[in-house]
């Protein structure tokens, strides 16, 4: 069929026993079932031209968000009926196991030429999880300008500036004007879709300064380049963390920023819509190892999803056993009053949910660089103030409410004052253990949620079965 002809075609009417097609998301964001139910119906249908026009012309996130509502036979059907009309760069906006089941079904051959059409940062995107022998072979197919630059990409560490830039940008000398800069835009074609600078090198390359296009624009065509760039004082070094070039994006409120080697050449750009994945995708990480789950997705099979979280749930198992031990320390104490053991429970979950509390805090601050050696003195106290103030009045409110359930006025004091001994170790817990990881070089993301339980249960039982003992030794 003719391009024209396939043209004429996509524009037609739709047939008049398909349905009226529905928006995609529903009011809470999620895919449609209507949707989905009758993309899967075209499917099924093999109605390759429903496809291509309700599908195939969907913004890249929009797709990424079909593929990953559907099933995953149906996922591929789609792909294969969309041939040419699928756009690669959906796949950036998926999971990394959906992402390769995907690469999986679509030859290599196919690949490299879709490849040659996206942006070297979603190129690399989805190269860097390929086998080392499939990433090879798709290299080998792109014209050489282009497979040098994604080669360098792919050796930059993972989660550096390096793997997240673009290696399209416009450099021109300083000794052009204006006006040359402005007819060299007009009539490149091999430039980037979208950018917001121009950045000056010399003939080495190397990085001396920028200019923002709005200045450009401003300027008449005969002033030099040299006479309105800037200095670049927040270029990134291709091998710095993302994390951390994130953090410049953030605090410069900068829209891209130039990606320089070792050498201060310039090797790429850093823009702003990749900053803002890199900083959802930080949090949503340290979400996910504050509670010890690990790098899983929602479309991980249970053999992965159970490695990713065994490790901390066996350290788990090791700190319980400790805290049991605690408790068996006293079980002559609880035989005489079972009421002990009813009351163990509130004292060791109100402190973790306040250990859990201040942690949260003080992991989050540590990623975002607010907390440091030089404030963690006035940190720890204002958690110490906020630990004392809530543990008074919640073992004011704890004490009360047993003593009143017992008849028994010296057990409200008891757990009341185990209670606020609890509230002050949490404090400190959530403060000092994330604080200790990260000097001693561990993520405390990863590590503080186990560390801080055990303390808050183990100061809990031990106090609450300790002072309970007294009591009964002086009754």
Known sequence: MSRDREQDVLDAPEPAERPELPDIYTEDGSVRHDFLALVGAAIADRDVIFLRRHVGRLHISELGDVLEAMMAEQRIALIHLLGDDFDLAAL?????????????????DAIAAAIGDLDS?????????????DRE???????????VRL???????ESSAGRRMQSEFVAVPPFWTVGQCIDYMREEEDLPESFTQIFVIDPTFKLLGA???????????????????????????????????????QQYDLLSAAVVDENARLVGVLTIDDV???????????????????????????????????????INF???????????????????????????????????????????????????????????????????GVGTTNG?????????????????????????????????????????????????????????????????DLTGFFGFLGLATLWFSWR
């Open 92 to 108: 950036t906006e998926v999971d990394e196991a959906i992402r390769l089941e995907i690469v999986e079904q679509i030859p290599n």
């Open 121 to 133: 940062d979603d190129a690399v995107y989805i190269l860097e999880d390929l086998d080392q022998e």
């Open 137 to 147: 072979e798709i290299l080998a197919k792109l014209p050489f300008t282009e497979r």
């Open 151 to 157: 080669r360098r990409a792919l050796d930059y560490p």
């Open 211 to 249: 200019v923002d296009l709005d200045r450009i624009l401003r300027t008449q065509r005969g002033v030099k380049i040299d006479d309105i760039m800037r200095e670049t004082s927040h270029s990134i070094p291709a091998d710095m963390d993302q994390e951390e070039a994130a953090q410049l994006f």
């Open 276 to 314: 803002v994945d890199v900083i959802h995708e930080e949090a949503e990480e340290d979400i996910k190892r504050l509670a010890g789950v690990g790098d899983e997705e929602l479309s991980d099979n249970v053999l992965s999803t159970v490695r990713s979280r065994f490790l901390w749930l066996f």
């Open 318 to 384: 090791g700190t319980a056993f400790l805290s049991s031990t605690v408790i068996g320390l006293f079980d002559a104490t609880i035989e005489q009053m079972v009421a002990l053991a009813v009351l163990m429970p509130i004292v060791a979950s109100m402190g973790g949910n306040a250990g859990t509390q201040t942690m949260t805090v003080t992991v989050r601050a540590l990623a975002t660089r607010d907390l440091d050696i030089y404030n963690a003195g006035r940190i720890i106290r204002r958690e110490l």
């Open 392 to 456: 008074l009045i919640f073992a004011i409110l704890v004490g009360l409410v047993a003593g009143f359930m017992y008849h028994d006025v010296h057990l409200g004091l008891v757990i009341a004052t185990a209670l606020f001994i609890n509230f002050l170790a949490a404090a400190m817990a959530g403060n000092l253990v994330p604080l200790l990881l990260n000097r001693f070089g561990a993520d405390p993301a990863v590590a503080s949620s186990v560390f801080v339980t055990m303390i808050t």
